[in-house]
């Protein structure tokens, strides 16, 4: 099945700069690959996904990149803000039915200092 | 608009004692549901998901049982719970059709003493 790793697993970043995490997958066949936010007791909510057809996309001060060949993907965030401290989470999937179960990484905790 | 429901939101439990946590889903049919489970505040685990009623898949093995007796309803079972078994506990669903953004429910906080 499906392995998602993901690193770092904490980040600390001076308000203003930029931070990024990555992720590995481990099958060929998936193809939805979503971000996570998490913050403190809340539940996790999208904040941007990527399907295999593109290798990049970008909302704002968030974007997501993805090599297919490496069978990674990454999140970049600039121009961070004390509000983006929480822990993201990177998931992997395959398009369909019951086989569309995304599988998450372990998240990596950001906290971004004033 | 479709929301979720998930309850309690907390509860605490002694060893040995049973559970069952509910959630539902409106304003649509036919989602795909699941239950993961987040230890130590980090990763999230899949421990069942299902497509249809009475269609139940365990990504896990574990004390822990689900169910599916409506549409929209998932629930999660123990006979009896066991340390381990404590954590953030949260219920999704996603549109069967086509895999996109899974929408989670808030979460029930199990500590199991």
């Known amino acids: 099945g499906e392995n998602v790793e993901q690193h770092p697993s904490t980040l600390s970043v001076q308000e203003g700069d930029s931070a990024v995490i990555k992720c590995t997958y481990s099958?060929?066949?998936?193809?939805?690959f979503p971000w996570y936010k998490q913050e403190l007791g809340k539940r996790p909510q999208l904040i941007i996904d990527?399907?295999?057809?593109?290798g990049e996309k970008k909302d704002q001060r968030i974007a997501v990149t993805l090599n297919k060949t490496a069978k990674h993907f990454s999140l970049h965030i600039t121009e961070t803000q004390p509000e983006d401290s929480a822990v993201y989470f990177c998931?992997?999937?395959?398009?369909?039915?019951?086989?569309?179960?995304?599988?998450f990484g372990k998240g990596t905790k950001l906290s971004v200092k004033p | 608009s479709q929301t979720i429901h998930q309850w309690p939101a907390t509860l605490v439990q002694p060893v040995g004692s049973p559970l069952s946590l509910e959630c539902t889903v409106e304003?649509?049919?036919?989602?795909?549901l699941y239950w993961y489970r987040q230890a130590a505040g980090r990763g999230l685990q899949l421990l069942f998901y299902?497509?249809?009623?009475?269609?139940i898949s365990s990504e896990v093995p574990q004390n822990l049982s689900a169910s599916r007796p409506q549409d929209r309803q998932f629930i999660l079972s123990s006979k009896k719970l066991l340390l381990s078994d404590s954590g953030f506990y949260l219920c999704?669903?996603?549109?069967?059709?086509?895999?996109?953004?899974?929408?989670f429910g808030e979460g029930s906080r199990l500590t199991v003493l």
């Open positions: 990527i399907r295999s057809n593109v």
């Open positions: 999704a669903w996603t549109l069967r059709v086509r895999t996109g953004e899974l929408f």
């Open positions: 998931a992997a999937s395959k398009e369909g039915g019951s086989q569309g179960n995304l599988i």
């Open positions: 304003g649509t049919s036919n989602p795909n």
């Open positions: 299902s497509v249809g009623i009475g269609q």
């Open positions: 099958d060929s066949a998936s193809n939805y």
